[in-house]
């Protein structure tokens, strides 16, 4: 599912990795990956509002992953030592909010690699009710 363009994303995830190396804040990373996807002519939302409805009311509430590419893959970014679960279980909201399958979890900050995650939800509950 989507594996091509999780390939295309994170050749250009590793891309900014190898320019810039590690220890620079998000913000920096955020835009550099930004540049690249652009340069790659790879289509991409930052910062996409994404609506969260609680048994059929909007609420005021708004979720922001850092990028959704492709129209179809949610991608969360770290500049951090190391991820955790509570990142994980981050993207996965923003996954199940924005309601879509696969979603990338990639952390800049890590010395000597760039770490990241692909993520699947086989069992993406839509709710009936908006």
């Known amino acids: 599912m989507l594996k091509q363009e999780g390939y295309d994303l994170m050749g250009a995830a590793f891309e900014v990795y190898n ?7 998000e913000d920096v ?3 550099a990956l930004e540049v690249e996807l652009g340069l790659r002519t790879i289509g991409f939302v930052a910062q996409a509002e994404l609506d969260i409805y609680f048994k059929g009311h909007h609420l ?4 922001r992953p850092d990028l959704l590419v492709f129209g179809e893959i949610v991608v969360e ?12 279980a981050q993207l996965f909201n923003y996954m199940r909010i924005a309601r879509k399958r696969v979603g990338y979890l990639i952390n800049f900050g890590k010395k000597g ?11 993406l509950h839509v709710p009936n009710n908006r």
């Open 19 to 25: 320019e810039l190396g590690y220890g620079m804040a």
């Open 29 to 31: 990373y955020q835009s």
């Open 60 to 63: 005021n509430a708004k979720y």
């Open 77 to 88: 970014l770290k500049a951090l030592k190391e991820l955790c679960s509570d990142h994980e």
């Open 113 to 123: 690699e760039l770490e990241w995650k692909r993520f699947v939800i086989d069992d």
